[in-house]
């Protein structure tokens, strides 16, 4: 089975500017989480899509805003940026309904400047 | 709102037991998990517990004490590789499951 893959691995973008992540899930799940880590901390949950929807939100601004494809691949958008905004970005799948099964990847790591 | 709180930094030698403590402040959750990162590197999950008690993968277990809002991550025979960094996360409930994360602990294995 296949993993999940982010692209790009890193990312140097300007103040204001708008940023597009992508992730395509691991075989066999239906669900697609993001998380934003800031150096040091623990990932943050920004939001979940599921059958295309999403279907949980974090606190964090509408500028973040995100898709899921029928192929359950997903994108995180981020319009305005700060340069708070500079973390890496993980992407997470899952099959809703199995709790432990998440399997992240590797994560974008975006700098804005 | 939801907080977990582990020890920033734990230090051991090749060979040795480490254990990792989670405490957390959350209510209606489905269970505690583990997860390893090593620096650039992808979460990886390493075990979870739904019900209280231990669950051992290896040389791995993790215990979930849900009346003491407690647990911990046990590493055996540490070896080198096992330096990494390694979160607590409860899975939330109602509506939708999402991780909260701890902030994480960095362990450092020596020679």
Redesign the interface.
């Known amino acids: 089975e296949t993993g999940v893959t982010q692209s790009p691995t890193h990312l140097i973008k300007t103040r204001g500017q708008q940023v597009t992540l992508r992730c395509s899930s691991q075989s066999g799940h239906n669900t697609v989480s993001w998380y934003q880590q800031a150096l040091g901390q623990g990932p943050q949950f920004i939001f979940q899509y599921y059958r295309e929807e999403e279907n949980g939100r974090g606190n964090f601004p509408p500028r973040f805003s995100g898709l899921q494809f029928p192929n359950y691949s997903s994108e995180l958008n981020v319009n305005a940026l700060e340069l708070d905004d500079s973390a890496l970005y993980l992407c997470a799948s899952s099959f809703r309904g199995q709790e432990d099964g998440y399997t992240f990847g590797s994560g974008t790591r975006l700098t804005v400047v | 709102g939801q907080s977990?709180e582990q020890p920033s930094e734990v230090t051991a030698v090749e060979g040795a037991i480490v254990q990792i403590n989670c405490t957390y402040q959350t209510s209606g959750f489905?269970?505690l998990?583990w997860?390893q990162q090593h620096d650039?590197?992808?979460?990886?999950?390493l075990s979870?517990n739904?019900l209280d008690g231990l669950e051992e993968t290896g040389r791995f277990s993790s215990f979930l004490s849900r009346s003491d809002s407690y647990g911990y991550l046990l590493l055996q025979e540490l070896q080198m590789k096992d330096s990494a960094s390694y979160?607590c996360?409860v899975?939330l409930s109602g509506?939708?499951?999402?991780?909260?994360?701890?902030?994480?602990t960095r362990l450092a294995v020596h020679p």
Do not use: D, E, M, R
């Open positions: 977990l489905y269970g998990s997860y650039g590197g992808a979460p990886t999950f979870y739904a979160f996360a899975i509506g939708y499951n999402k991780l909260i994360f701890g902030a994480g």
